[in-house]
């Protein structure tokens, strides 16, 4: 999925404050993607409002806001082996649980540089970032391995791919901070 620029991404922590600005019109029509962890008291608030979610909880809570199985086993398989056994069949949810760690390396690794960008990272770059342990190192290499080989690509297409996907949407992201 790509973002637009025009796209409201909202940290669901700051989803009370977002629905106050959405009840001002204060998003102009934009679509609006929820971010981050979607917790039982926030779910009711946000369904219906948002045009995407990205992160729920639990399954429980997705079968109660009417989430088809399909989107359920998605969502729960990123989290594999860590903490869940639901595990990654189809390429989407292979591309998720491979992708989930690395964009935090990736991230860490953006705000070192002078630009403050994965607009000019280069794949030789992060992966002197990722041999060392100690740079990001809450960041499974182990996890981001294991998506690679899951999904059947070397390690450095697996960074390649992130870092033009982390790109495609990086303004839109740094908008949606600055709004809230």
Not at 19 to 45: S, T, W
Not at 126 to 149: H, M, P, Q, W
């Amino acid at each position: 999925m790509s973002y637009r620029s025009e796209t409201s991404l909202i940290d669901m922590k700051y989803a009370p404050r977002a629905l106050q600005k959405m009840a001002e019109n204060a998003y102009e029509g934009r679509p609006l993607h929820f971010i981050g962890h979607l917790q039982r008291n926030k779910v009711r608030q946000v369904v219906g409002k948002a045009d995407l979610i990205q992160s729920v909880g639990s399954a429980e809570l997705l079968q109660e806001i009417g989430c088809s199985e399909d989107l359920i086993h998605a969502v729960c398989s990123h989290g594999y082996g860590i903490c869940c056994d639901v595990e990654p069949v189809e390429e989407m949810e292979k591309v998720l649980f491979a992708a989930d760690e690395l964009t935090g390396l990736i991230g860490a690794a953006a705000r070192m540089r002078p630009s403050k960008s994965v607009q000019d990272m280069e794949v030789s770059s992060l992966k002197k970032k990722y041999k060392d342990k100690k740079f990001a190192a809450g960041c499974s290499r182990d996890v981001i391995n294991t998506g690679a080989e899951r999904l059947g690509w070397p390690i450095e297409e697996l960074m390649e791919k992130t870092i033009l996907a982390m790109r495609s949407c990086e303004d839109a992201v740094n908008e949606a901070v600055l709004a809230l």
